[in-house]
């Protein structure tokens, strides 16, 4: 009777639908007694074809797909006959068993199947073409999707998505569930992707009291990281307190005592002034020990010898058979002088010739060179323009994940005398802490960005709080030479830097920057994708996906991020019947331009890396992408480490350069309008730029400077830790 709660039991034959992370599913069921196939919609946290179905709920007449079993709760067994167990095994639940040898499995092996990869999985080796290597994995795999399948249904139980139980378990192992149920606020700390707020409402759920101690310190640290997105090395105790009290039911004397706790277990770190800071251990000890490496490295003799400057710099231009501008004679000399030295210029000032030039000074004189840069598409232009090998600051201190740590410390520092690092400005505080610490005392460092772009993304502005502290060496470069003076990027992007508007070639004419006017979102899309699809690549003879890189001021929005690369997918690869696979509100295609979004050192992939899909199996239940030259797998577990990169915000791309760019601009990106955000944008493009919005969005970018500070002592930290007079430094005839 329609309204009563009735049961249904069958066999899932197909799975039309599931989202891992609601656990809504459109399942087509094998139903005894009833002719063909019995649609089931319902949500249960994980399901595979194959596995036997009971069902509680109600049947219901939906207009536009006809009658269906709506449940209220579902629960799946595994399968019991032959042909359940074939499907349930060849659908991907097991690494190393697709329908192939599920098939073979099942014939020797029968109703027993499932016993024997549960109990005797050696007995699998009676199956030709299933080694040794093959048992392990499906050993392993096995033992793990029963495990992952009880964390999932623990969270689902608490109302909570699913999608990470594979990390969750391959964090915490076995006891995933126990360690989770007696501390849900670890999955903070502990797991990427899973935030204060989803663990608070677990810990909700789990009937954890809203003032207790645990809760409060996890508050405190989720404020604190917070802050560190925002740019803040520490933060004042005050403020911290008093953002923290927004976390509802959390008395501010559990608060207080909180902070007590963290700071005698030495995870907070009380700064003492007026107003005293707060910092989490890890971003104060690495913004001490920038100021201890510099001090280190100043105290020691520049490893060149004494030398006639203006007789080597001769020299240093016959070798690249070009003649030095004045500026660029002055900055090399200060190399000569600086143990650390900070050379800054806009495009076209002439920073990349003063580092060949650099290259060129040492290594005449049989002194070893290194060079990095934050990205792997920095370090590979460097290369290029330099021809010499440069390496990413990650690979170049060789980090170790069997060692958990870079191999490159200061007791096993880098082997040489000079290091160059490139795009210098996007080096947070920790960062450039693990690498100064690996210079060893005798070396000098040059540090080559642009204080007019973007800061890093990461805490701190350690390259504007090293030139302010006037501790260190600096050359500024500001001559524009002719020839980067006829690129309208150049010259577009030094206006942008002066608060000019910025001149555009004429359309049709030659030139290398354009803007295009167009002042509705609607406009504003169907512009782009005409460039993208059409205008760009028949003129310029650019790839779509290869060469053109779109850059958005910001990740929502009609023209953010998000939109975009939905929409640019549909556009550059639609469904052709290609493999795909749907994880963390992205479906993923074979021939998807994809980013990474954090540093993962098992992979050796870094955040901002952009990578090609090239297959992606069920069977394995993986997904491979291309990287510059290697290929990636990934768990089907492990894509929240992946988005789409049609289309990426100004901040992701820096450190990369690309053929050509284009930057939809309107004035929904209000709050992110500014103008070193336009500059940057700009800068990213190699052989064309095209603006693409309204006049108004880009004068409010020009207009408006970015006067905020970011929370750090580094100056003060680096003027107390290096005696060294700022005459001393600035003076180019010392």
């Not at 098939?103 to 080694?131: A, M, N």
């Not at 021809?387 to 990650?394: F, S, V």
Request: glycine share 8%; with cysteine; proline share 5%.
């Amino acid at each position: 009777m329609p309204g009563m709660a009735q049961q249904l039991s069958g066999i899932i034959e197909r799975i039309t639908f599931h989202n891992p992370e609601t656990g809504y599913a459109v399942l087509r069921v094998v139903v005894r007694g009833r002719r063909g196939l019995t649609t089931v919609v319902g949500r249960i946290a994980s399901v595979h074809a194959g596995e036997q179905l009971d069902a509680v709920g109600e049947w219901i007449y939906d207009p536009q797909h006809g009658e269906q079993f709506r449940a209220e709760s579902l629960r799946c067994l595994p399968p019991s006959t032959v042909e359940g167990i074939e499907k349930y095994l060849a659908s991907g639940l097991v690494k190393g068993i697709g329908p192939k040898y599920a098939r073979k499995i099942v014939e020797v092996f029968g109703e027993r199947t499932l016993q024997v990869i549960d109990e005797s999985p050696t007995f699998l080796k009676e199956i030709k073409g299933i080694g040794p290597q093959r048992i392990a994995q499906i050993r392993e795999s096995w033992r793990q999707q029963k495990a992952v399948r009880d964390i999932m249904i623990f969270l689902q139980s608490h109302g909570l998505g699913t999608q990470r139980a594979v990390r969750i378990y391959k964090t915490y192992g076995d006891q995933a569930v126990t360690i989770v149920r007696e501390n849900p606020y670890r999955l903070a700390t502990d797991i990427w992707g899973v935030g204060f707020k989803t663990a608070d409402e677990l810990g909700t759920r789990l009937g954890i009291d809203p003032a207790s101690p645990k809760r409060a310190q996890a508050a405190l640290r989720y404020i604190l990281q917070q802050t560190q997105q925002e740019g803040h090395v520490g933060y004042p105790e005050e403020e911290v307190v008093q953002r923290t009290l927004t976390v509802p039911d959390l008395p501010e004397s559990v608060i207080r005592e909180a902070v007590e706790l963290l700071r005698h277990e030495e995870e907070l770190v009380r700064e003492p002034g007026s107003p005293p800071w707060l910092y989490l251990k890890p971003a104060f000890l690495a913004e001490l020990g920038i100021a201890r490496c510099v001090a280190r490295l100043q105290a020691e003799p520049h490893p060149l010898p004494r030398l006639h400057v203006e007789s080597e710099l001769t020299r240093v231009e016959q070798a690249m058979k070009l003649q030095l501008a004045p500026g660029q004679r002055e900055a090399l000399g200060q190399a000569t002088r600086q143990k650390v030295l900070v050379l800054t210029g806009g495009p076209g000032t002439g920073k990349s010739t003063i580092v060949r030039g650099l290259l060129q000074l040492f290594s005449s004189r049989h002194l070893r060179c290194a060079l990095c840069a934050p990205t792997g598409r920095a370090a590979k232009r460097l290369q290029e323009t330099t021809g010499r090998e440069a390496k990413t600051i990650h690979r170049l201190l060789e980090y170790d994940v069997s060692f958990g740590g870079f191999r490159r410390t200061a007791e096993h520092p880098l082997e040489c005398e000079l290091l160059v690092v490139d795009e210098a400005s996007m080096v947070d505080v920790p960062l450039m802490y693990q690498l100064l610490r690996a210079v060893p005392r005798y070396a000098c460092v040059v540090l080559v960005g642009d204080t007019d772009q973007l800061p890093s993304v990461g805490p701190g502005t350690v390259l504007a709080d090293l030139i302010a502290s006037g501790v260190v060496g600096v050359a500024r470069l500001t001559e524009i030479f002719r020839q980067a003076q006829q690129s309208w990027i150049v010259r577009a992007a030094h206006a942008v830097r002066l608060g000019q508007l910025p001149d555009s070639a004429p359309a049709g004419g030659d030139g290398d920057f354009y803007f295009i006017e167009a002042n509705t979102p609607e406009k504003i899309l169907e512009h782009l994708l005409t460039l993208v699809r059409q205008r760009i690549p028949h003129r310029f003879g650019l790839d779509p996906l290869r060469d053109i890189q779109i850059l958005a001021p910001m990740n929502r929005s009609e023209l953010g991020t998000q939109s975009l690369n939905l929409r640019l997918q549909e556009v550059l690869n639609p469904p052709r019947g290609q493999a795909e696979v749907q994880r963390f509100g992205w479906c993923f295609r074979v021939g998807d331009k994809v980013m990474q979004i954090r540093n993962d050192y098992d992979k050796d992939v870094f955040n901002g890396d952009v990578g090609r899909v090239v297959s992606i199996d069920d069977a394995q239940r993986e997904m491979l992408v291309h990287f510059d030259g290697r290929e990636v797998r990934y768990d089907f577990g492990e894509l929240d480490e992946l988005v789409l990169s049609y289309a990426c915000t100004i901040h992701k791309s820096q450190g990369s350069e690309y053929p050509a760019v284009v930057i939809p601009l309107h004035t929904q990106h209000f709050i992110m309008l500014q103008r070193n955000l336009l500059y940057t944008g700009i800068t990213r493009g190699k052989q064309l730029v095209v603006v693409v919005g309204s006049r108004r969005a880009m004068e409010l970018a020009i207009r408006n400077v970015d006067t905020s500070r970011r929370c750090s002592q580094l100056t003060e930290r680096l003027r107390k830790a290096v005696i060294c007079p700022k005459e001393s430094i600035t003076d180019s005839n010392t």
